[in-house]
């Protein structure tokens, strides 16, 4: 109690050494003491049999000391040690479920958080063994809801807590599966390190302690690979599992209910699309996948109100710019090495997808104009620095791939390129704090700066 007490004070460090002191106290009674413990209420009631061992003390310390642990885990996460409370966590799970003292919503929601925090230190079976728990506990409770009585006000709000609840594990589900596909892009990449194997002998070993041996829950992992996968097909199978889990979520958090949510989990299922593209041999089936993240986002954009939704619409607005630059990118280079000239409906369709991301990239930037000036800010906030800078960088690469057999029109598109490099390499000088954020983008943009009005003069030469 006095450790809840400085907890709730906001004093971590005096909350630790009392709950480390009740800590050690259990283990030194569990070790030395022979003797059952005692409730206060047990030393004032008369026991019913002559020489009858009172018991009831057990449930109570061990409760006592889950409690313990629990305080524990707040106490630590506020002192920045984010593993030991991750371990005081798993462990007050580890002992509600064999006490079987435990609301099995509460406890699914907390399995499912936790898995949250080992899935982002990539312990992906820890993670998933955490994840498959929350399910099993939260069938079982469904199969109790199911034969206890139905059609009055307590059963209706049960069901709504319940349906939240399972939408809840649903969507960390998808997460669990969305990070492992982008941490398996980040392997797969030529540059990036393997796993040493001391590390992974590590995490098997810490699988084994962070078991909940109370639940069978092999089958529900089976269902999903719990290490970063190398191949296309295990990729799509990692993806049609996240994919069903954030449409089960979505169902839930719908948009006229939680926008936030709903927002937040499709942009979620535009990721997994995004990760297993990177997987997709063929050039073809990886645009007809970027195409599937344009739907889900323009139906999304078209929804929400920019007055209420500004930063949401940003974030969609720059996700389409760079989907529709990626697809003009396949279709390039499904067309490279051809001998013959792009077809009329080939050139259109490259110059949609580049007009296309190019009103996006500016629909961005839009929304960071001054309201008062209608101008670009002088100098940009931190967290839109590089973003908007990036955006720039584009346009001038987006406005040079335009195809036209037009010398008067190339030379309008490069000029459009020119001056969004300018306007790059100008902002960069003004501010030279910004240099070392746009370090490779500036270097090009400078050359760029360089050649494009050679090719401005070639072009005007040409058309007169």
């Given at each position: 109690m006095l450790g809840i007490l400085w907890s709730n004070r906001g004093l971590y460090v005096t909350a630790r050494h009392h709950l480390d002191r009740a800590d050690a106290l259990y283990t030194e009674y569990q070790q030395l003491s022979t003797k059952?413990?005692?409730?206060?209420?047990?030393?004032?009631?008369?026991?019913?049999?002559?020489?009858?061992?009172?018991?009831?003390?057990?449930?109570?310390?061990?409760?006592?000391?889950?409690?313990?642990?629990?305080?524990?885990?707040?106490?630590?996460?506020?002192?920045?040690?984010?593993?030991?409370s991750a371990w005081y966590c798993h462990s007050t799970l580890q002992r509600q479920l064999a006490s079987k003292d435990y609301d099995p919503l509460e406890w699914a929601i907390n399995a499912a958080t936790l898995s949250q925090f080992y899935q982002g230190k990539e312990k992906f079976r820890v993670a998933r063994h955490l994840l498959a728990s929350a399910s099993k506990v939260l069938a079982s409770h469904e199969a109790e809801m199911n034969t206890a009585e139905a059609e009055t006000e307590d059963a209706a709000h049960k069901q709504e807590k319940y349906n939240q609840c399972k939408a809840d594990v649903a969507r960390c589900w998808g997460r669990y599966c969305l990070v492992m596909l982008q941490v398996s892009c980040e392997r797969a990449l030529p540059d990036d390190p393997s796993q040493p194997p001391a590390e992974q002998e590590e995490e098997d070993s810490l699988d084994e302690q962070l078991e909940f041996l109370q639940l069978e829950v092999s089958d529900l992992e089976s269902e999903v690979a719990g290490a970063p996968v190398q191949e296309f097909d295990e990729a799509r199978q990692l993806f049609l599992a996240g994919l069903r889990w954030l449409t089960e979520a979505r169902q839930h958090y719908t948009l006229e209910d939680h926008a936030s949510d709903h927002v937040s989990i499709t942009q979620e299922m535009s990721l997994l699309y995004k990760a297993l593209a990177f997987f997709e041999p063929s050039e073809d089936r990886r645009c007809k996948m970027h195409?599937?993240?344009?739907?889900?986002?323009?139906?999304?954009?078209?929804?929400?109100?920019?007055?209420?939704?500004?930063?949401?619409?940003?974030?969609?607005?720059?996700?389409?710019?760079?989907?529709?630059?990626?697809?003009?990118?396949?279709?390039?280079?499904?067309?490279?090495?051809?001998?013959?000239r792009p077809s009329p409906q080939q050139t259109k369709k490259v110059n949609t997808l580049a007009t296309s991301s190019i009103q996006h990239f500016l629909h961005y930037l839009d929304s960071l104009k001054d309201?008062?000036?209608?101008?670009?800010?002088?100098?940009?906030?931190?967290?839109?620095?590089r973003p908007a800078?990036?955006?720039?960088?584009?346009?001038?690469?987006?406005?040079?791939?335009?195809?036209?057999?037009?010398?008067?029109?190339?030379?309008?598109?490069?000029?459009?390129?020119?001056?969004?490099?300018?306007?790059?390499?100008?902002?960069?000088?003004?501010?030279?704090?910004?240099?070392?954020?746009?370090?490779?983008?500036?270097?090009?943009?400078?050359?760029?700066?360089?050649?494009?009005?050679?090719?401005?003069?070639?072009?005007?030469?040409?058309?007169?």
């Open positions: 059952l413990p005692r409730s206060i209420h047990s030393l004032f009631s008369p026991c019913n049999e002559k020489g009858a061992e009172d018991k009831s003390g057990v449930p109570a310390l061990e409760k006592l000391h889950t409690l313990t642990y629990y305080y524990l885990a707040q106490v630590y996460g506020h002192l920045g040690a984010p593993d030991r195409k599937r993240r344009v739907d889900l986002l323009t139906m999304l954009i078209k929804e929400l109100n920019p007055q209420y939704y500004l930063h949401v619409c940003r974030q969609i607005n720059y996700e389409l710019a760079e989907i529709y630059s990626a697809m003009m990118d396949n279709k390039l280079a499904l067309w490279d090495g051809e001998a013959d309201k008062t000036t209608g101008e670009q800010p002088t100098a940009y906030p931190e967290d839109a620095l800078l990036v955006a720039w960088f584009h346009l001038g690469r987006l406005w040079s791939k335009l195809l036209t057999s037009e010398p008067v029109t190339k030379m309008q598109n490069y000029m459009q390129s020119l001056q969004n490099y300018k306007r790059l390499v100008e902002y960069c000088d003004r501010h030279p704090e910004s240099q070392s954020v746009m370090a490779q983008e500036l270097a090009i943009c400078r050359e760029m700066v360089q050649l494009l009005p050679l090719k401005v003069a070639q072009f005007r030469a040409m058309s007169q």
